[in-house]
């Protein structure tokens, strides 16, 4: 059983930048792939970013030069560094990650960015 706990989520003015975190409650060195994914009211959730166990990444289109995904071994935790944020980035992110064959998620942090 893996527990997510995500933080960092708020609101910025346009072109400003967030930094949103989740800690896992086992060592990230057993999750397969961890990342990052948002989901608009009455939408699918959507990949933002995601990064394996072998550091490979993984970038939506939208989130491409403008996101970073990266781990922080020491905290079991993985970061999403969200930059040059849009208001259409406004919305609610999701923490998620593979572990044991099962897939386990956060409980949401909302980012708002205003015009």
């Known amino acids: 059983q893996v527990q997510l706990v995500e933080s960092g989520g708020g609101l910025v003015q346009a072109g400003g930048s967030l930094r949103l975190s989740c800690a896992a409650s086992v060592s990230i060195f057993s999750i397969t792939t961890m990342g990052w994914y948002r989901q608009a009211p009455g939408k699918q959730r959507e990949l933002v970013a995601s990064?394996?166990?072998?550091?490979?990444?993984n970038y939506s289109d939208s989130a491409k030069g403008r996101f970073t995904i990266s781990r922080d071994y020491a905290k079991n935790t993985w970061i999403l560094q969200m930059n040059s944020l849009k208001p259409e980035d406004t919305v609610t992110y999701y923490c998620?990650?593979?572990?044991?064959?099962?897939?386990?998620w956060g409980q949401g942090t909302q980012v708002t960015v205003s015009s």
């Open positions: 990064i394996t166990i072998g550091g490979s990444t």
């Open positions: 998620g990650c593979r572990a044991g064959g099962r897939n386990y």
